[in-house]
């Protein structure tokens, strides 16, 4: 009886790293804040953005929360502002999501236009008004925890 085996050959390759990459808030899992950024992906294609809320203590319900359509990000000492296209788990206003209880967690996720590639710090604004709204400023996450996520790798076997 003859068994034909196939043999992997090892070979250098040359992973590129460069885009998508992600970086994780090392804050992004401090139950103490009410809302904090968990990570950053960015890719030739979009920003993405992804938020832990915590519902408040102060209404027997947890109150609610929304997006305003004209939320936006921009980088540090820039005036170029990215413009939100898409909201994951969070409703644009006038409508809300209302919580069934205090102290509930919600995890949504913002997508914005491509940043240029050197960016390392921007702001992250819903709405600059009075009022409660989800505003981040100076978020420099060049120091965060970053992951490269790298297409799949083809192997070649003989």
Same mark, same amino acid.
């Given at each position: 009886?003859?068994?034909?085996?196939?043999?992997?050959?090892?070979?250098?390759?040359?992973?590129?790293?460069?885009? *998508?990459? #992600?970086? !994780?808030?090392?804050?992004?899992?401090? &139950?103490?804040?009410?809302?904090? %950024?968990?990570?950053?992906?960015?890719?030739?294609?979009?920003?993405?953005?992804?938020?832990?809320?915590?519902?408040?203590?102060?209404?027997?319900?947890?109150?609610?929360?929304?997006?305003?359509?004209?939320?936006?990000?921009?980088?540090?000492?820039?005036?170029?502002?990215?413009?939100?296209?898409?909201?994951?788990?969070?409703?644009?206003? *006038?409508? #809300?999501? !209302?919580?069934?209880?205090?102290?509930? &967690?919600?995890?949504?996720?913002? %997508?914005?236009?491509?940043?240029?590639?050197?960016?390392?710090?921007?702001?992250?604004?819903?709405?600059?008004?009075?009022?409660?709204?989800?505003?981040?400023?100076?978020?420099?996450?060049?120091?965060?925890?970053?992951?490269?996520?790298?297409?799949?790798?083809?192997?070649?076997?003989?």
């Amino acid at each position: 009886m003859h068994t034909k085996v196939k043999k992997w050959i090892e070979t250098d390759r040359k992973l590129k790293v460069n885009s *998508p990459f #992600k970086w !994780y808030n090392p804050e992004g899992m401090d &139950y103490r804040k009410s809302l904090r %950024i968990k990570c950053i992906e960015a890719t030739d294609d979009h920003t993405r953005i992804d938020f832990i809320y915590k519902s408040s203590m102060i209404y027997d319900n947890g109150g609610w929360i929304q997006m305003e359509r004209n939320a936006y990000i921009q980088p540090v000492e820039s005036a170029i502002k990215y413009t939100l296209f898409r909201a994951i788990s969070i409703p644009i206003a *006038p409508v #809300k999501h !209302y919580f069934k209880n205090q102290g509930e &967690y919600h995890c949504y996720t913002l %997508i914005f236009p491509a940043l240029p590639k050197n960016t390392k710090s921007i702001h992250i604004i819903e709405k600059i008004a009075p009022g409660s709204y989800f505003n981040f400023f100076h978020v420099d996450f060049s120091a965060w925890m970053s992951v490269p996520h790298a297409a799949d790798i083809p192997r070649k076997n003989n």
